[in-house]
């Protein structure tokens, strides 16, 4: 089973900065089945990134992800007051499907 | 627009058991396979079921592995999740998810499942 490692749990930055988002999985992820989410309070997760680097439809191209194999970044370039919240990685390639315990990125 | 409504849940004893509901609309349901994710009060998402767009394979977390049946309804667009022997720890929303293979793409609101005597 893999299981995935998010770092940092708490991002305190300012609106305008640059947020960077760890996801380390126990092993090798296949084919790079490895998605981003972002909830908010009292809000159903919502897809940003998926097979490691494509963005959902509709999400600002302020979002990136990057990696492969056992090592993820989710990258917000500049951070926009709408972009505060909690940021959860999964993989989707094997069956269990885990996530990882999340990184909440707030205001400084 | 897909939509997604979760039902089904709320106040149960330990040892007791619900069905919880996902109605689809706005696409073709048969098309899709579907997964159950549920999150704790305050905690993070764990995944806990999947099944197939045809329904013939079924995955589950190791966590609900014999208490929990996900099974679905192609001809009335419906997932389902049956859930069996509840504990304290089974307490959290449960969202139904639309997949695309198996990501998880659309997300319903959730119901709510609270287990406590």
């Known amino acids: 089973e893999i299981m995935l490692t998010q770092s940092p749990g708490t991002l305190s930055l300012s609106p305008g900065e640059r947020a960077t988002l760890s996801c380390r999985a126990s092993q090798s992820v296949g084919r790079n089945y490895l998605a981003w989410y972002q909830q908010k309070p009292g809000q159903a997760p919502r897809l940003l990134i998926y097979?490691?680097?494509t963005r959902a439809t509709g999400i600002p191209d302020r979002f990136s992800g990057s990696g492969s194999g056992t090592d993820f970044t989710l990258t917000i370039s500049r951070l926009e007051p709408e972009d505060f919240a909690v940021y959860y990685c999964?993989?989707?390639?094997?069956?269990?499907?885990?996530f990882g315990q999340g990184t909440k990125v707030e205001m400084k | 627009e897909v939509q997604l409504l979760e039902s089904g849940g709320g106040l149960v004893q330990p040892g007791g058991s619900l069905r919880l509901s996902c109605a689809a609309s706005g696409f073709t349901f048969n098309n899709f396979a579907m997964s159950w994710v549920r999150q704790a009060p305050g905690k993070g998402l764990q995944w806990v079921s999947g099944i197939t767009n045809s329904g013939d394979t079924t995955h589950y977390a190791d966590s609900v592995k014999g208490r929990f049946t996900i099974s679905r309804d192609n001809s009335n667009n419906t997932l389902y999740l049956q859930v069996n022997s509840l504990r304290a720890e089974d307490t959290a929303i449960y969202y139904c998810t639309k997949d695309s293979g198996w990501l998880p793409r659309d997300w319903g609101q959730g119901t709510l499942v609270t287990v406590s005597s």
């Open positions: 999964q993989q989707y390639g094997t069956s269990p499907r885990p």
């Open positions: 097979d490691a680097s």
